[in-house]
């Protein structure tokens, strides 16, 4: 059941918030543009009104949720100032001396009441209302992404290694201390705080005592000594992959046994450990309509197909024209713009010359004809074969054609010199989506597509508004799904505060136009 929402009329009455908040007030701006009823409608499934202890307002827990990342606040913080702070209280739709719960009722509201699927759907109503008002058209778009640095200390590979033993023999104990103990937890411990050797040698020693505790634990489950848990499991599970992660090849390492879910990261010169937020965002209003948050390892190309569907399911939203770096320049987006008639303004990452080296013709100087599948080089020769479904990048794994030329009129043509070294042909390998690619760079030499593309600094602006105001750049919680969460509730901060920008003091029809910048 739910308490009563609580008046702002006390002893003072709303007289002491007229006086005291001011009228331009950034939480007045918010109060008076965006509607937080719906999330009655939204949370009505996770309240019993006949069982349990009453609970509080869920309008009134979101907003304080709000107010975090509105402000920077930690979960005391946020309580502290809502006892202590009028316009908080004004925000809040408090009296002045009504009690404010205890912190651990935010973190229980933020991960239990809410979660993940549920601070998506208020993201959703955000934009849904931008929508509503005219600020959000969806006509042009810009996508692009983030690191969010992991809310955890990095150790070596032996420390990493050391600290999943420890952890599985930690649970081991709470089943049988002694077992625990046979397996090396009190020496374990004892060797805490020594300083032990990050050399190959000193690796390998902890590589081989957590082969051997994995295989004295396996005994003991075998043997019934000790329960199958979840917990162990997981355990188990962590120190397996700490193991194999030690070799260098492994694009999928575990950094943390606090926090499983986080990768390594680089974007640019920037490495991290975390996770990375993918945005995409309304150019003319400056709404985020989109986000999502993979481990720091993921591809930003990866992540341009999910969003779109996600805001197109959400609010049918399908731009017009869709921004990126070369980042996205997948052939599987490019075609999939195309045939969403989006037109593409995707930086395109120059394809290297590598049969011939440089100075040598690319792929760029051969003129395709993809519907009859032919090609013609520089002197105006037709390739007399093709491969089809070749692998185009051998790192990808992309389909494409492979195109041959006679070695006789390559040895005799008079550009030889400048297209091939050996004496069998020119031999060219083209991309399946190679039409998508032209298409795109075309448009990139155009003066819209240069303008658009000069336009990401729109969405860089953003996530330095994310980062700054919003504290987007650490993550506050642990593992993938509060990660999630962190980064909605950044956005929905983010949003709600240029929704009252953009709409402040203007008349209740009125309607943003797409001409007006964000």
Known sequence: MLKPKSPQESFFGSYLYDRIVPADHLLRKINQVIDFSFIGQILQDRYNPDIGRPAENPEFML???????????????????????????YFLGIAVDAEVPDYTTVSYFRAQRLGEEKFRSVLEQIVGQCIDKGLV?????????????ANITMSSIAGLVRKCRENVLK????????????????????????NFSSTEEGLQQEIEAAGKLLDSVTDELRDKKISPTEELWKDLGLLEKAVADRE????????SPVDPDARMGKKA??????????????????????????????????????????????????????TGDKAYDWGENLELLDSNKTIANIGISKQANRWNGAGYFSVEDFLYDHENIKLMCPAGHISTSCYREVLYNYQLNKPGYAFQFKASLCNACTLKYKCVK?????????????????????????????????????????????????????????????????????TIACNIKRMAKLLWGKPDNYYFESSVAG
Request: positive net charge.
């Open 171 to 194: 649970t081991v104990a709470k089943q049988d201390t002694k077992i625990a103990e046979k397996l090396g937890l009190q020496d374990l411990q004892n060797a805490k705080n020594v």
């Open 63 to 89: 907003r304080l949720c709000l107010l975090q990342y509105i402000y920077g606040d930690s979960d005391r913080q946020v309580v502290e100032n809502a006892r202590l702070n009028l316009a908080y209280k």
């Open 137 to 149: 058209k969806g006509n042009r778009q810009i996508i692009d992404s983030t690191p969010i640095r």
């Open 248 to 255: 260098e090849k492994a694009k999928d390492k575990l950094i």
């Open 422 to 490: 050996n004496k069998e042909g020119r031999r060219v390998y083209i991309s399946y989506y190679e039409p998508y690619y032209r298409q795109a760079k075309q448009r990139l030499a155009t003066e819209e597509g240069k303008q658009a593309y000069r336009n990401r600094y729109k969405i860089e602006q953003k996530v330095a508004d994310l980062i700054r105001y919003c504290g987007l750049r650490r993550c506050r919680y642990r593992g993938l799904g509060r990660a999630q969460i962190h980064t909605l509730l950044a």
């Open 269 to 322: 010169s920037t490495i991290w450990p975390g996770y990375k937020a993918h945005i995409v965002m309304d150019e003319d209003s400056g709404i985020i309509t989109g986000v999502k948050t993979t481990p720091a390892n993921a591809t930003d190309g990866s992540q341009l197909k999910p969003l779109l569907k996600e805001q197109e399911e959400a609010h049918a939203i399908k731009p017009k024209e869709l």
